[in-house]
């Protein structure tokens, strides 16, 4: 009841007319951020985080948070109609849309995805809704050395599934830490790595890293790749087939399907680390392996295309368990997500929810509406978004440079950071190159801070002993969850890789 209760206060909260407005937009940009091939929602959100500057908080959260999640609508259209998927995420989702889009059945698909999509979106929001205050609650015991070791849980969990470039996420994660350091001490008061300039007392700024790591530094890579030549010679025409909407059979066959992947996206997308690329190709995986016809699958089967789907979708609103209740970041795009909280004064973590009820659950209420009006776009804007595709990227290019540039100066009008968003776009593009990780080195710079000074009061209560954290009947279930996670994720990475490479091998 007082679950329901909280959900209509959300409500109340989520639907005026400006934060419904900011919804639209946020789902329009989420959408078409999606469809830009090599252009994941960690770049969106970044570059468009200086834009919700001057905003209510709660109607910039929803935008952002539509942004990420209408992402994964997106995704799928360039799947379906060009066989590129436009992120990871969305990997999967090529090995049969594609198929059915050549085999006269673009339009049945990429309906058929916005409702696989709407599933899986409403049913991790549902979940959320149930599971969200029950974490919260267990995690108000919390302290520092909590803290302390749910942003090490974050951290290690990421790295581990990066996998074999384990070694380069690290010096990642290093680097971002390094930067983490960077202006006063606020125990000594002394000034660290400032090189006597005012502008970094207060520390590098996490927005014009972000943008250059993953706004420029994508762009850089995309260019050097090539797919500026590419343009959209590939595209599938969806708008001569003789039957766009799906048929009863689609629906049927495919109902137990959009059930299984929610259900398994969110539990992979609960846990920090895994995210939807591994839940999309976990849950197609497990669906040709309980198909009756698993021949079929890559030659155009409809539960091919909607098990991914569901899944990638529900794990994004999985992804939201952590960030809200125990301020981790799973992913590079709610480590951005995390950044926008900060940048409002709100810290999320166990008490989030029992501090700001209004933001939480207006967030909590805003996404089960995003969903309904990313349905809604994704079936009818779909030519709007074909359109989009087909703008080749040496116009998108120098506008993506011009956003990136002003939105970097008008959060503090600030020179240095300009320099340093054109920096990190060059050193975002060669370890895109290289193999690096700039998730890692995002997830250190936004983990780092919060990690030092959560330290530092856990060796002040205990006095400079580690033991506190075998004292504590909270920080040894951590430590344990976190060992257990450590053994865990590379058993779902490589179940999500092996269900690829089976994928590619017979296609």
């Known amino acids: 009841m007082d679950i ?24 329009m940009v989420g959408m078409i951020v999606g469809v830009i091939p090599g252009f994941g ?61 050549k085999n006269g059945r673009a339009g049945p698909a990429l309906v058929m995805q916005a409702v696989a999509s709407f599933v899986g979106g409403t049913v ?37 599934m990066i996998g074999s470039n384990w070694k380069l996420g690290v010096i990642s994660a290093l680097i971002g830490f390094a930067l983490g350091t960077v202006g006063v001490d606020l125990e000594t008061g002394q000034g660290r790595y400032t090189f006597g300039s005012a502008e970094l007392i207060g520390g590098i700024y996490f927005i014009p890293i972000a943008i250059g790591l993953f706004g420029l530094g994508e762009l850089f890579y995309a260019f050097y790749s090539g797919m500026h030549r590419h343009g959209s010679g590939g595209l599938v025409q969806y708008g001569k087939e003789q039957r766009f909407w799906p048929t009863a059979e689609d629906y049927i066959s495919t109902r137990w399907t959009m059930l ?12 920090p680390g895994a995210g939807a690329t591994i839940a999309s190709l976990m849950a197609y995986s497990t669906e ?48 951005v997500l995390l950044a926008a909280f900060l940048l409002w004064g709100l810290r999320p973590g166990p008490l989030f929810m029992e501090q700001n009820p209004e933001m939480a659950w207006g ?42 540039a002003l939105g970097t ?34 997830l250190a710079l936004v983990l780092g801070p919060l990690a030092e000074e959560a330290l530092r009061q856990t060796m002040t209560i205990s006095r400079g002993s580690f033991g506190i954290f075998l004292d504590r009947p909270a920080s040894v279930w951590i430590i344990c969850l976190t060992v257990a996670l450590l053994v865990l994720l590379p058993l779902l990475g490589r179940i999500g890789s092996s269900a ?8």
């Open 363 to 404: 967030l909590i209420a805003s996404m089960y509406l995003g969903n309904m009006v990313l349905l809604a776009i994704s079936i009818f804007a779909i030519p709007l978004f074909v359109q989009i595709i087909k703008v080749p990227y040496r116009i998108l290019g120098p506008c993506i440079v011009v956003i990136c």
């Open 260 to 271: 299984r992947g929610s259900v398994l996206g969110f539990v992979v997308g609960v846990i």
């Open 500 to 507: 690829g490479k089976a994928e590619k091998a017979g296609g």
């Open 124 to 160: 991790g929001v549902i979940l959320i809704t149930i599971l969200a205050p029950m974490f919260s609650q267990v995690s108000r015991s919390f302290g520092p050395p909590e803290y302390f070791l749910l942003a090490m849980m974050g951290m290690l969990t990421l790295l581990v």
């Open 41 to 101: 929602p960690s770049a969106g959100l970044a570059i468009l985080l200086p834009v919700t500057f001057g905003m209510d908080p709660v109607g910039a959260i929803m935008m952002l948070a539509a942004i990420y999640y209408g992402s994964m609508y997106g995704g799928t259209i360039t799947s379906i109609l060009l066989n590129t998927p436009g992120e990871s995420a969305t990997v999967a989702s090529t090995f049969d849309g594609y198929p059915l889009a």
């Open 288 to 335: 040709r392996s309980l198909s009756k016809h698993p021949e079929r699958f890559g030659k155009g089967e409809m539960a091919g295309l909607v098990a991914p789907e569901t899944a990638n979708n529900a794990a994004s609103s999985g992804a939201m368990i952590p960030l809200l209740t125990l301020g981790i970041p799973g992913s590079a795009s709610t480590a």
């Open 409 to 442: 100066f008008t959060v503090h009008a600030s020179f240095i950071e300009l320099y340093l968003m054109f920096a990190a776009g060059i050193v975002g593009f060669f370890m895109r190159l290289y193999g690096f990780s700039p998730a890692a080195l995002v």
């Open 4 to 27: 329901f209760s909280d959900l209509v206060m959300g409500l109340s909260v989520a639907i005026t007319p400006m934060n419904m407005l900011y919804l639209l937009i946020g789902a």
